[in-house]
């Protein structure tokens, strides 16, 4: 008796193995009812589920031979990375259409993760219907591998009550929250995000920009220059003449938040979420917040870092499934689902028209009103290595940060390591 | 001869019916560690879209690595101080529990709940009461304002504090266990003798109490060897890396890079470290078993 179970143990074992292995190439293949199933992977939207389905029925009415499928994907970046790199390294093609990250089209692209959708989506024409920042990232040497779906961007938040403008140079700022916490004291001046993580790389990134800095030279991730120096200069002074407090250097978008929120500080750098807390009913800043353009050196209004999601298609699904994916991203991306993300989701449209959108101006006026800053958004250097160096900008922008290295110094060795990894790749 | 022929049938019998565990365990943990060691020995990087067999080149790269010797060090000091600290308060705290008191075994079950939440959320919970504004900690401080988690000497400390908190329980329940293990008939001799309490718990007490010591520091240092979850959740490695640990530069390295080779490498040096930590452990182990 015993005897006999082994070998069917043995064998129950082989193809659990092996059916493990061959995960999703069957799958997809199945048509429930003759009708073909498209998957999309996408992060939660957070808010009512209706409007959303309603937009993906309205998919499925359009196209009756086609089941649609949405699954969820991890609500932190990192995960869903992780998860896309290995499911698409494993080549599999148990889904169709799926959500990256604003910093992954071209290390998707490159990896061959990702197919290229410059027919249905022309360069051109994105450039015509959708804002510069957003396209400069979906964008890889010409051709086109993601849409737009949503988009985030960098903003400072001031109080209207402590300070008579919104402040355009770094210098206007310093003075600002100094005259404020002279009259106040016990107020914090400038709240931002410090932590060792990618929201710090962020708030870099728009230092350097605001510097004259660039990100990218040539396909070269430019970290070594006098721009960058003056703007870890600039952060490290911030916390050092205790403009903003030693604490910032733990602080991710939710820590500063909360500071900000409680009205403790004159200024907050982070993304446009923070402003429905902001206005709610029980907020002790309520009517007392202003939003503007990141201050510069020279008082040009400066750009935020751009953040968000973009829709692309899974490379190893068959051209007939590629060609309904690519209808799909074709209606999620439209002016009419931009809308109902900006209404009912507070995600922020990619498509320039949509700000000009009298519905949009009725129904969300902050959102209609970010205009000026979304055109404005950069993305981080553009480069199939971002991930890559990610690691490297983190660890050195938090040392100059935190006052453990001088700017030069992390500079210098943040440019030595990231040559050292893209340099490889010639 | 016909019963020593029923024992070989025995013995073979017995060889198949573990055999089915065998490969369950070569499956789930034999075949993972060889593709590890076999992935180190390539450049693999997932972006560049390249996979070519390099020797231990990786190694040699490692070698060299301040990030790694950086992070090797931090793993070493967050596995001696958290340790050493979760054994010198796990044995009072286990002599209290072996006392009899009403409300005992209530005590008892009380003092595993950190050791039963899981890391992720009680970690999350000591990052918001490290909160250097409204968190607890400095609150309780006298309203000080100490950067936990964003100051470079103070992370590491944070993240070795939530270690002990955490499994200071169970380590007492193990030293515990060894307790009871010891005959009392040698406590009422030392009685007899007059031997003060002092003397009683480091003559009697700590010499055989010492194999589920070394059993605890055994589970303990190869489990803090390769923390990730907690300091994972407190700081992800910042500021400047100053809390970053081997198995956090390897997952970054795996999965953020997509660096597939050389976090293998990574992977496969901790994986070292571990083996001759345990080896080590235990050899002292039945070097203790020998001496009772």
Redesign the interface.
Known sequence: MARSLVPVLALALVVGLQSGCRRGSDETRGAAGGRTRLVLKYQPLWGPPGPFHELLSRFEQANPGVELVTEALPNASDLAHQFFLTSLEGRARDFDVLVVDVVWVPEFARAGWIADLSEAFPPARLREEFLPGPVEAVVVEGRTYAVPWYLDVGILYYRTDLVPRAPRTYAELERFAREAREREPGLQGYVWQGRQYEGLSCNVYEALWGHGGEAMEGGRVLLDTKPAREALTYLRGLIAEGVSPGTVTGFSEEEARRVFQQGRAVFMRNWPYAWAEAQKEDSPIRGKVGIAPLPTVDGEPGSGALGGWQLAVNAHVSPERRRLAEKLIAHLTSPEANRVLALHYARNPPRTALYEDSRLKEGAPFIAGLRELVERARPRPVTPYYNLISDVLQSEFSAAVAGLRTPEEALRRAQRQVDHLTGEAE | MSARGSLERERR?AY??V??SV??LA?VALYPILAAVWLSLHRF?????ERRFIGLGNFAYLSGDA?FWSALGNTAYFTVVAVTVELVLAVPLALLLQRAFPGRGLLRAAVLVPWAIPTVVSARLWAWMF????GLINRLLGGQ?I??????GY?LHAAILVDVWKTTPFVALLVLAGLQGIPEDLYKAARVDGASSWRTFRSITLPLLKPALLLALLFRSLDAFRVFDAIYVL????????T?TLSIYAY??L?????FGYGSALSVATFACVVVLAVVWLRLLGRAEEGR
């Not at chain 2, 909160?131 to 409204?134: A, F, L, R």
């Not at chain 2, 950067?147 to 470079?152: E, S």
Request: aromatic share 8%; glycine share 12%; charged share 20%.
């Open positions: 019998q198949w019916l055999a089915p490969l369950v499956a990087i997932l972006v560049f879209g990030r909160n250097p504004d409204s304002d950067n936990w988690l964003g100051a470079p992370a700081t992800e490695g910042g500021p400047a890396n100053t970053e970054k390295t999965m953020r890079s997509g660096d």
